[in-house]
């Protein structure tokens, strides 16, 4: 604990520092309370896509002995040609925001090409599009995560230090200027009965 002084000046500045304190404190509460309540939104949407993915992957297994036909499937045959992302704002965190991606098609023979090929390839749009999504989502949450750190740092600073060390303050120095104010009295009395005396 830094040493104050015990004057009218610094009793002052205390106290504007502990009604700064207690002024700030409920918006770092309302905002971790938000980043929490979004943290656990951001969460659920997450375990959203996973089941989804999993429902995808499930109904993919029909496929798989297919995708094993060289001849016939190209890995190459989609690919990302770019993710849409736009920034949000929660609480004052930037966060990206996942708004769909483009996907380029290698040509190929349609004539000559099975006719599962087409529905594959949407189904692997699709698990691209979740995979990335939820990748966003991931970026969204760390982004939270760390917000959420900071700010439960700045609250705790304020409950458990800022404010009772100013409390502490504010009575230290109110007992050292009550105890000078009735020095002064005491000594103020003492002096008047002085006077008097030898004023008989």
Do not use: C
């Not at 656990?40 to 375990?47: D, F, N, Q, S, V």
């Amino acid at each position: 604990m830094a040493k104050i002084k015990l004057t009218k000046n610094e009793l002052k500045k205390q106290k504007d520092a502990l009604k700064m304190f207690r002024r700030y404190l409920p918006t770092l509460m309302l905002k971790k309370q938000q980043l929490q309540a979004e943290i656990r939104t951001t969460e659920a949407r997450i375990r959203e896509l996973q089941q989804q993915r999993h429902y995808l992957d499930e109904s993919f297994k029909v496929w798989i002995a297919v995708f094993g036909e060289k001849a016939v499937f190209n890995p190459g045959i989609l690919t990302i040609s770019r993710v849409k992302t736009t920034q949000g704002n929660i609480a004052g965190v930037p966060i990206p925001i996942f708004e769909g991606a483009d996907f380029e098609i290698a040509a190929y023979d349609l004539v000559h090409t099975a006719l599962w090929l087409d529905a594959a390839v949407n189904r692997m749009k699709q698990v691209l599009l979740l995979d990335l999504e939820a990748q966003t989502l991931e970026e969204q949450r760390s982004a939270l995560d760390q917000e959420l750190r900071v700010t439960t740092q700045r609250v705790n600073l304020f409950e458990k230090v800022k404010i009772p060390e100013t409390r502490g303050n504010i009575k230290k120095i109110q007992i050292f200027l009550g105890d000078q104010q009735t020095a002064a009295v005491v000594r103020g009395k003492i002096a008047k009965r002085g006077m008097e005396r030898v004023a008989k």
